[in-house]
């Protein structure tokens, strides 16, 4: 029996549990948008509008939403092998190879790679495994992690407790015990008047020294950060926050475990946002554009010197105590291997750095715009801040949702974004975008743009 699309909508409102979902909005007015297919970097909605993904679904879908070569990967692995488990020592070959790709591609020499299904899973079990390498060596008591206030490292309790999300922990008895929190480096609002950016990047590095010395440097187990922050709304790390972050880890010898989620495989130009910039991570976190999308999948890579260190509990349990039905899968492999010859086929490198000029200058030009306060992105990877008064850089009454309005209004048009309190709007398009649907895009963004302010401008 067919049943018809209003039908559905009520299905979903009446019996679908969404995540990062206002509940009792959904459950009075059904999904935000129905999503029936996708080209390219548009989606189809079950109104028959299409809009440009301006988000990428969830900074995921770097080939866009249609891709003969990844379903004819993923059909011809269901057909030979649709499942196999990597538990007690089984294996299957696409996931041996892709283990060996991905060490042979990482920015610094990573040695070992164990796969998971999703970002979350990933970051769960890297705490795990450092906390068992301090166990093994000794020094049960470094269990701290340090991570940054608005990063999103993920859902699982652990995951979610690295992450500085408040509305995910409050109401869940979370954070764990253990997990520390620094300052987003969001220059433009956080910096006191005059300071320049090495300045407030040097004041970053010293809260976080500060973190350690108050905690106990040999409590430290690790810490945990994007090369550009994503959860926040795409905070690009002001000048010279690297390196004095780096040489604080250095300082207090502190594992540093750079998550790759969202910047890994060319969203910021480079193929890890480890090489943009110039970081020397002692693992890391990839997911999402592993396989474009087309399949649930993440991995950890991380240093023999860890592995061995592994390998002592695993003589002491009889196994590695850690491990996902899923995890491994051979659908998820032959599509991950399929994508990363696509990325190398297509030049996706210098495609992005390419489209990525007319992207930023773009963006950038939206600064004229009254309601834009600060712009700052790089590669397919830009945040967008909406102020009141950009002079004295005050946000607007959060009350007026300002951010969620140029979202609505964009989406009205066509462009699907996604807006991030407070009032800043995080645009990474798929990575296959060209010059034209840039500038499409961006069109769409100015008139989102200018609606919202013809609304606002007497409250201004
Ligand atoms: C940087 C980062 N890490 C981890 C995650 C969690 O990934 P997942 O939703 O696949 O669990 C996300 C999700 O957006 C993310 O952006």
Same mark, same amino acid.
Request: aromatic share 8%.
């Given at each position: 029996?067919?049943?018809?699309?209003?039908?559905?909508?009520?299905?979903?409102?009446?019996?679908?549990?969404?995540?990062?979902?206002?509940?009792?909005?959904?459950?009075?007015?059904?999904?935000?948008?129905?999503?029936?297919?996708?080209?390219?970097?548009?989606?189809?909605?079950?109104?028959?509008?299409?809009?440009?993904?301006?988000?990428?679904?969830?900074?995921?879908?770097?080939?866009?939403?249609?891709?003969?070569?990844?379903?004819?990967?993923? &059909?011809?692995?269901?057909?030979?092998?649709?499942?196999?488990?990597?538990?007690?020592?089984?294996?299957?070959?696409?996931?041996?190879?892709?283990?060996?790709?991905?060490?042979?591609?990482?920015?610094?020499?990573?040695?070992?790679?164990? *796969?998971?299904?999703?970002?979350?899973? +990933?970051?769960?079990?890297?705490?795990?495994?450092?906390?068992?390498?301090?166990? +093994?060596?000794?020094?049960?008591?470094?269990?701290?992690?340090?991570?940054?206030?608005?990063?999103?490292?993920?859902?699982?309790?652990?995951?979610?407790?690295?992450?500085?999300?408040?509305?995910?922990?409050?109401? *869940? $008895?979370?954070?764990?015990?253990?997990?520390?929190?620094?300052?987003?480096?969001?220059?433009?609002?956080?910096?006191?008047?005059?300071? /320049?950016?090495?300045?407030?990047?040097?004041?970053?590095?010293?809260?976080?020294?500060?973190?350690?010395?108050?905690?106990?440097?040999?409590?430290?187990?690790?810490?945990?950060?994007?090369?550009?922050?994503? $959860?926040?709304?795409?905070?690009?790390?002001?000048?010279?926050?690297?390196?004095?972050?780096?040489?604080?880890?250095?300082?207090?010898?502190?594992?540093?475990?750079?998550?790759?989620?969202?910047?890994?495989?060319?969203?910021?130009?480079?193929?890890?946002?480890?090489? &943009?910039?110039?970081?020397?991570?002692?693992?890391?976190?990839?997911?999402?554009?592993?396989?474009?999308?087309? *399949?649930?999948?993440?991995?950890?890579?991380?240093?023999?010197?860890?592995?061995?260190?592994?390998?002592?509990?695993?003589?002491?349990?009889?196994?590695? $105590?850690?491990?996902? /039905?899923?995890?491994?899968?051979?659908?998820? +492999?032959?599509?991950?291997?399929?994508?990363?010859?696509?990325?190398?086929?297509?030049?996706?490198?210098?495609?992005?750095?390419?489209?990525?000029?007319?992207?930023?200058?773009?963006?950038?030009?939206?600064?004229?715009?009254?309601?834009?306060?600060?712009?700052?992105?790089?590669?397919?990877?830009?945040?967008?801040?909406?102020?009141?008064?950009?002079?004295?850089?005050?946000?607007?009454?959060?009350?007026?949702?300002?951010?969620?309005?140029?979202?609505?209004?964009?989406?009205?048009?066509?462009?699907?974004?996604?807006?991030?309190?407070?009032?800043?709007?995080?645009?990474?398009?798929?990575?296959?975008?060209?010059?034209?649907?840039?500038?499409?895009?961006?069109?769409?963004?100015?008139?989102?743009?200018?609606? +919202?302010?013809?609304?606002?401008?007497?409250?201004?």
């Amino acid at each position: 029996m067919a049943i018809d699309q209003t039908d559905i909508r009520d299905l979903d409102r009446t019996r679908h549990v969404h995540g990062q979902t206002d509940m009792r909005a959904h459950h009075r007015n059904g999904p935000a948008a129905m999503v029936v297919s996708g080209n390219g970097v548009r989606i189809r909605t079950d109104d028959g509008r299409e809009l440009i993904d301006g988000f990428s679904g969830l900074g995921c879908v770097s080939l866009g939403y249609h891709n003969d070569r990844l379903a004819d990967a993923a &059909k011809a692995q269901m057909d030979t092998l649709p499942y196999a488990p990597t538990f007690y020592g089984r294996s299957h070959p696409k996931i041996a190879v892709l283990a060996e790709r991905l060490c042979k591609m990482a920015a610094v020499p990573f040695d070992k790679v164990m *796969f998971q299904c999703s970002g979350s899973e +990933a970051n769960d079990a890297m705490i795990k495994f450092i906390w068992a390498r301090n166990i +093994a060596r000794d020094e049960p008591k470094r269990r701290k992690l340090i991570s940054r206030w608005r990063g999103y490292y993920g859902n699982t309790v652990a995951a979610v407790s690295l992450s500085g999300q408040p509305h995910m922990h409050a109401n *869940f $008895g979370l954070p764990m015990d253990d997990f520390l929190k620094l300052s987003t480096p969001n220059y433009y609002l956080a910096s006191t008047d005059g300071e /320049t950016e090495e300045e407030f990047s040097a004041r970053m590095a010293q809260e976080f020294e500060d973190c350690i010395l108050d905690a106990g440097p040999d409590t430290i187990a690790a810490f945990f950060a994007e090369p550009m922050q994503s $959860g926040g709304g795409a905070i690009r790390p002001p000048q010279g926050y690297w390196p004095a972050m780096q040489a604080v880890m250095r300082k207090y010898g502190i594992h540093f475990h750079v998550d790759e989620t969202v910047c890994g495989f060319g969203r910021t130009g480079e193929m890890w946002g480890a090489q &943009k910039f110039g970081l020397e991570p002692d693992s890391t976190t990839c997911a999402k554009a592993l396989t474009a999308a087309f *399949f649930p999948m993440s991995a950890i890579m991380f240093k023999d010197e860890l592995f061995k260190d592994l390998m002592k509990n695993s003589d002491e349990a009889g196994v590695l $105590g850690h491990g996902f /039905t899923y995890a491994g899968h051979p659908v998820g +492999a032959a599509v991950a291997l399929e994508a990363l010859n696509i990325y190398d086929e297509m030049d996706l490198l210098g495609h992005v750095r390419r489209v990525s000029v007319p992207f930023l200058e773009g963006c950038e030009a939206l600064m004229e715009h009254p309601l834009v306060g600060d712009v700052r992105g790089v590669g397919l990877f830009c945040g967008i801040q909406l102020v009141r008064d950009k002079d004295a850089r005050t946000l607007w009454d959060p009350s007026l949702k300002v951010g969620a309005m140029v979202q609505d209004l964009a989406h009205k048009y066509g462009l699907y974004l996604r807006s991030i309190q407070p009032d800043r709007i995080s645009f990474m398009p798929p990575l296959i975008i060209n010059e034209d649907e840039v500038a499409e895009a961006q069109g769409i963004l100015k008139t989102a743009l200018d609606e +919202a302010w013809v609304r606002l401008k007497d409250t201004a």
